[in-house]
């Protein structure tokens, strides 16, 4: 009997984790070696989807909003609802913290300037799951931001929101797990170019350089504590 129940214990605690993909560029990065499954949204049927697992929503270069052009966004939006509901436990990363916000009542939506490069988070609430991302640097890269859910706790910003919480789930903005690959891979398009045309692209790139390894035991180590919270 006991056995039963300290396996059925660690079932509960040990969850498969579910990485979304909303852009097949945009992929987990330095969390990929975490026993993470990954399944590309636009191919899910998402009515069918389970609310049981722990999910990871990854970025893209699409809104939120974009939904006439990628409509899978819409499933994806109605299902987020449910599943944050439900307190399935939920990391929202880039893309993935908009939807979250416009799945429930706040608004994903396009800003007036793009953040790009190393920030400095200000806290205004501190908590030991965040506690890798207090004193350092984080990399960012968005056209879009979003207005945080009602019933949300703000936890981090710089100019635009960054760290936010509801119920099981958790939302970022910047990218912790980014690498030099998935960088190149981003910049690798005219429209990237386009848009940082008047910041410096290389400085950036020579400080992600410079800090991937140890934002990669950062982001492993967060991945931990989330796990565990």
Sequence with gaps: MEVR????????????TI????????TLGSLQDNNIKSLNAWE???????????YIILGGHMGAYDTNKYEY??????????????????????LGSQIVADSLDGEAYLSDKIEFGFK????????????DYEDTEVFTWHRDTFKI????????DTDFPQIYKIMNTVCI???????????DKWYDSEVSKKELKNYDVELTRNKLINYENAMNQKVNNFFKKWKDY
């Design 5 to 16: 129940v300290l396996f059925r214990a660690q079932e509960m605690k040990y969850k498969e």
């Design 173 to 183: 903005q910047f990218h912790p797990e980014v690498t030099v690959e998935l960088f």
């Design 44 to 54: 899910l049927n998402w009515e069918d989807m389970s609310t049981s697992y722990d």
């Design 120 to 131: 400095k988070l200000n806290f205004i609430r501190k908590e030991e799951l965040f506690s």
């Design 19 to 26: 990485a979304i993909v909303n852009d097949p560029d945009v």
């Design 149 to 156: 859910p009602s019933k949300a706790k703000l936890i981090a």
């Design 73 to 94: 966004l819409l499933s994806e939006n109605k299902w987020l609802s449910k599943a944050v509901d439900n307190g399935t436990k939920i990391l929202g990363i880039c």
